[in-house]
């Protein structure tokens, strides 16, 4: 679909669509960033020595200009599909959740780890049973910052053809249309708000106790 004139009239559905490619690229991102940045997590966790090397991996690999990492997975993934920009995404994510993740999981008490020992928990059920969700405030920090710069990075992709609401700016942009342009801005900026406050009410839900923690304080 194209936008059609110079106007906002008839051109919502338009919109309405590549927002819906736009949220699918997103999440598809963020949940391969997510299964990609836990085992890292982990594994910088339970050997420290590993964790300046696996960071400074991350920072090397957001460093890469995004129209060079696109044309660096082409080859691999297909120019004409939406698996580079997708894997793309999810590597830039790496640099927030896996800081963050790590960050979360030293912040765990220390004696929570030793209770959940001394109850037998193994090294990987400790992390997914006691670690993680003790650590889940500082996780879901870094996945709102994630989510937002997933969601205005992926306009990048515009420029290769996918990208969703990026192709509203890059056909905008070529045929002069303003209208299109600010369209494809307010879209991007509701979307990651809304995002962002999803993601903190599903924080909010999947970690009441931190809620409860946070009013006693108050109190």
């Known amino acids: ?15 309405w669509r590549y927002t819906l490619a736009h949220v699918q690229l997103a999440v598809v991102s963020l949940l391969l960033g997510v299964a990609l940045a836990l085992p890292l997590a ?9 964790y300046p090397t696996l960071l400074a991996a991350t920072n090397v690999i957001y460093a890469i200009p995004s129209i060079a990492l696109f044309v660096l997975l082409g080859p691999l993934l297909g120019y004409t599909s939406n698996r ?3 894997v793309a995404m999810a590597l830039y994510t790496l640099v927030i959740l ?3 993740t790590v960050e979360g999981l030293r912040a765990v008490p220390p004696h929570v780890v030793t209770a959940a020992i001394a109850m037998g928990y193994g090294p990987l059920r400790r ?9 889940l405030p500082g996780v879901i920090a870094g996945l709102r910052v994630a989510t937002v710069s997933t969601i ?3 306009t990048v992709g515009g420029l290769v053809g996918q990208g969703g ?4 700016f890059e ?6 249309i303003t209208q299109e342009l600010w369209a494809g801005l307010v879209a991007v900026i509701v979307l990651a708000i809304v995002a962002d406050a999803l993601i903190l009410l599903v924080g909010h839900r999947l970690a009441p106790w931190h809620r409860a923690e946070r009013n006693a304080t108050r109190a």
């Open 1 to 15: 679909m194209s936008w059609n004139g110079r106007q906002f009239a008839g051109n919502w559905e338009v919109v």
């Open 42 to 50: 982990y594994l910088a966790h339970r050997r420290p020595h590993t």
């Open 84 to 86: 580079p920009v997708i």
């Open 98 to 100: 896996v800081r963050n």
């Open 127 to 135: 992390f997914v049973a006691v670690e993680l969700p003790v650590a």
């Open 152 to 154: 205005s990075l992926i």
């Open 165 to 168: 609401i990026g192709r509203l």
């Open 171 to 176: 056909d905008g942009f070529a045929r002069r």
